[in-house]
């Protein structure tokens, strides 16, 4: 699957806003959007002048949601039209299920510093899901779901620094971390108030109900 491989400074500048996409650089004065805040290109500084229609709202929350869970613009569109199909209200459906993505859990779980690490890992194939081995960020988990670091990864020095730092986590009320085997459970899918990202759903589903 193609992905995004540019600066990823460039796309927090963009959306006028911190993405969190580097992990804990994104913290520190190193973070590329504290040093150059205003949209990247040529013209960036004069961007802010721009009256923005009520499409460009909305194009905006979707690009800033796909590049948030680091998606490209068909996976996005089929989570969408996934979410559709579902029960209940659609933005919602949307967003629970980009947090089901795995890297999205690994991130959770504190087994990561940022998506890009996260997906990188899951790539790598140094996760299981259910005692199976899974290197697909895309996999959805579901309610009872054990997710653990693969035991021949155990001895990765990237990865004893993730263990180490694993008790120190907070993790959201519908995953349950256990430190001492670095493995978490999903108790339950997550509800609308526990998605802590600031997105507007309503208006993704508005621009893709045009």
């Known amino acids: ?19 969190y996409l580097k ?15 205003y949209a ?8 802010g002048r721009k009256k923005v229609s009520e499409y460009g709202i909305q194009l905006r929350e979707k690009q800033k949601t796909r590049r948030i869970y680091g998606l490209l613009e068909r996976q996005f569109r089929s989570y969408f039209e996934k979410a559709e199909r579902q029960q209940g209200n659609t933005g919602e459906n949307l967003l ?15 087994m990561a510093s940022g998506r890009v690490q996260a997906r990188q890992l899951v790539r ?5 899901v259910n005692g199976h081995r899974v290197d697909i960020p895309s996999f959805l988990v579901k309610a009872g779901d054990v997710v653990a670091i693969h035991e021949a990864s155990k001895e990765s020095p990237l990865v ?8 120190t986590k ?3 009320a519908w995953l349950e971390v256990n430190a001492a085997a670095m493995s978490g459970t999903v108790t339950r899918y997550p509800t609308r108030e526990e998605i802590d990202i600031p997105i507007q759903e309503h208006l993704i589903v508005e621009l893709y109900s045009r």
């Open 1 to 19: 699957m193609a992905r995004y491989t540019g600066p990823v400074c460039r796309l927090c500048r963009r959306e006028g806003e911190k993405l």
């Open 23 to 37: 992990g804990d650089r994104c913290y520190s004065d190193k973070c590329g959007f504290s040093k150059h805040s």
């Open 40 to 47: 990247p290109g040529q013209h960036g500084q004069n961007q």
């Open 96 to 110: 629970v299920l980009l947090e089901r993505r795995l890297d999205n859990v690994v991130l959770r779980l504190g």
């Open 124 to 128: 790598h194939g140094h996760f299981t």
């Open 160 to 167: 004893k620094e993730i263990g180490e730092a694993l008790p």
């Open 170 to 172: 907070t993790v959201p």
